[in-house]
């Protein structure tokens, strides 16, 4: 979970929306625009190829690039955040 003190809203008004080829999970504990940033930051340096979308409002994650669920949710439990399968 973020430890910043900012907790400054990354909401720009849109959710992201699953698209064909992309992953979506749930990040209940992604509660600012920094812990976005955190996890669009880790999931794309640790697997090239990707695009992130991360909404703290919606608490949503969209990821294009990979249909490797599993590496997708082992990097962003590493970067300190608990990943769920979006319903």
Do not use: F, W
């Not at 640790?46 to 669920?69: N, Y």
């Amino acid at each position: 979970m973020c430890g910043c003190s900012t907790h400054q809203s990354g909401n720009t008004g849109q959710t992201p929306m699953p698209k064909a080829g992309s992953l979506t999970l749930r990040v209940e504990d992604m509660t600012c625009g920094h812990c976005a940033g955190t996890i669009k930051n880790a999931v794309e340096s640790s697997l090239p190829g990707t695009q992130v979308d991360a909404d703290p409002a919606s608490k949503l994650v969209s990821i294009r690039g990979t249909a490797d669920l599993a590496a997708v949710k082992a990097v962003v439990a590493e970067a300190g955040y608990t990943p769920s399968e979006a319903a």
